[in-house]
């Protein structure tokens, strides 16, 4: 699914007006019935709901969700945010049709108006600005929004928490915005859901289809994208029935040093389960033992050294390589990588882990990388990369700039991974739960991406479709337990259900 800034999303309405046709206040209506709908489904009949009406459309869904459920529910409140400067124009006919239909409060509040009583059992609707915002909130609205988040109810955002900004909110004040139960947005979440510091704003976000024109959405270019069931569906490549395990590659891994011989084996599990044919497991002697009998299906290539990798072995037979779980970043595992990175192979290749913070270490190495190589740094990491950043925001765009300007790709590890790409696209994953940040989880995803770029699939694709089987599965495991409980290892358990998911989806 494409993604796009707020001022985009407002010409996509404008050509869905122009070309569906269809009426703004028929577009409205539109908006306003899937408002509805989610309400109608989730509340108690005897629910009472609060409405904060904008002057922009927003407050127009707001006004015309209040009459559709006023009808149903008894407990509706209207309250109009004064502004001394009148309404859009679909707000106002709206407003028309809500004090025509007669059985609703109806209360204008201006800025010296005592602010209404809200009870924390009330529901207040959220309707005061969307997409339209073009400043931080001040004045009444500001007081407003603080006379919400102060009251304990459930908040339900109709677009976008009021305040928040699509985009940016560095210049924002954080104490003026919207603190949301819930944030129902039309047709695309928005940039700023998906990076943390905008959490405590949106609450849980649901996308709610108010069908605006592909054809609009299709000629609206955009650098962003979420990476849906669909989007991974068409990048999963089939398995034909002749096939053999030479068809799937053969994939190299290096990790495991003393002490940290798990990550080694998390990662050969995750890589053997994502479909590749053959897997060596490089590993310092100490972990031959641990390795064969933990993970059979594995070859093992076993280094000079007892303890750390220190020498890689002959690389003409392998189609990929992974490295970094576990590998540590002593010096002469250092010398090396950076041996190895000398050969300039042409291999795609995963860097995850203390391969990364050799990497930090020696920026250097950077230009010795080869094309198809994937960085799936966490935010430290990252940081150690590049440098320490205030928000997601600046890290995102700090993120754009580094996979362009060194030809990687880089998965930002996170709730909705952010894998930006050379050729400047950025793609957020949808999948994956809280239940992950365990240790281990991480090296089984170097695994994953480590057998679909063995596998043929380029540094692009990996990471795209990897990131999302591995929130997947992730989620199948806790479906049968709990965030808590989650294991790494779980999540190597439930690859295959995501892939057949994906596979029947
Ligand atoms: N796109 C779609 O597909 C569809 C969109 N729909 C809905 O429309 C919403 C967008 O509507 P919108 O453009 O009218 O903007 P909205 O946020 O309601 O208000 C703008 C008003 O606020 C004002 N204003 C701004 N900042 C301010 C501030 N800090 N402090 C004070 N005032 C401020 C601004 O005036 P300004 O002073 O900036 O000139 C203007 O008067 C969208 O979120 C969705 O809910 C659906 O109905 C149908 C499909
Ligand atoms: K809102």
């Keep these: ?21 269809i009426s703004d206040i028929d577009l409205m209506e539109r908006a306003a019935s899937t408002l ?16 904060f009406v904008g002057p922009g459309n ?31 124009e679909s707000a106002n006919t709206n407003l028309e049709r809500l004090q025509q239909q007669n059985r609703t409060q109806i209360v204008y509040l201006n800025a010296d108006a005592p602010m209404p009583e809200i009870k924390p059992s009330d529901w207040v609707v959220d309707g005061l600005f969307g997409a339209g915002l073009s400043r931080p909130l001040k004045g009444l609205p500001a007081k407003i929004v603080k006379h919400i988040n102060a009251s304990g109810a459930q908040v339900i955002a109709i677009d976008i928490p009021s305040g928040l900004m699509g985009e940016d909110n560095r210049q924002n004040d954080r104490d003026s915005i919207i603190r949301a139960d819930v944030t129902l947005t039309f047709q695309f979440p928005k940039i700023s859901f998906l990076l943390p510091e905008n959490d405590p704003f949106t609450g849980h976000w649901i996308v709610l289809d108010i069908g605006l024109h592909p054809d609009g959405i299709g000629q609206t270019e955009t650098p962003f994208f979420y990476t849906d069931h669909q989007v991974a569906k068409s990048l999963l490549k089939d398995r034909r029935t002749f096939a053999h395990k030479g068809n799937f590659g053969h994939a190299l891994l290096i990790a495991g040093s003393y002490g940290k011989m798990g990550a080694a084996v998390l990662a050969s599990r995750g890589c053997l389960r994502s479909g590749v044919g053959l897997l060596t497991t490089h590993v310092p002697r100490l972990g031959y ?29 392998f189609d990929a390589i992974g490295i970094g779980p576990g590998l540590d970043t002593k010096c002469n595992t250092g010398r090396g990588v950076q041996r190895m990175l000398e050969e300039e192979l042409k291999k795609p290749m995963v860097i995850d882990a203390d391969g990364l913070n050799l990497l930090a270490k020696n920026p250097e190495w950077l230009k010795l990388l080869p094309p198809e190589t ?28 580094y996979a362009r300007d060194n030809g990687v790709v880089l998965v930002l590890k996170g709730a909705y991974t952010a ?12 999948t994956g739960n809280p239940g992950m940040a365990t240790a281990g989880s991480g090296d089984v995803l170097t695994g994953i991406l480590l057998g679909l770029l063995a596998q043929g699939y380029t540094a692009k694709e990996a990471a795209i479709l990897g990131v999302f089987l591995h929130g997947l599965a992730a989620d199948f495991a806790v479906e049968e337990g709990s965030h808590e409980a989650l294991l790494a290892g779980d999540i190597t358990q439930h690859l295959g259900l995501a892939f057949a998911t994906l596979k029947d989806s």
């Design 58 to 88: 927003n407050g127009g869904d707001a006004l015309a969700a209040a009459r559709m459920l006023a009808w149903a529910l008894s407990g509706i409140d209207v309250y109009i945010m004064d502004l001394g400067k009148g309404m859009s």
């Design 374 to 401: 994937i960085l799936t740094p966490h935010p430290g990491e990252f940081a150690r990369l590049t440098h320490p950043v205030e928000c997601g925001y600046e890290r995102l765009q700090l993120a754009k700039e």
């Design 419 to 430: 894998i930006a790409c050379p050729d400047g696209t950025c793609w957020f994953n949808s």
């Design 289 to 317: 033992n641990i390795l064969q009998n933990s993970i059979p299906e594995a070859m093992a290539s076993i280094d000079q050294s007892d303890l750390m990798f220190t020498q890689n072995p002959d690389l003409a037979s």
């Design 1 to 21: 699914m494409k993604l796009f800034a707020t001022s985009q999303i407002a010409g996509i309405d404008k050509y869905t007006i122009e070309h569906e046709p």
């Design 36 to 51: 509805v709908d989610w309400i109608l489904h989730h509340a108690e009949p005897d629910q009472h709901l609060i409405f």
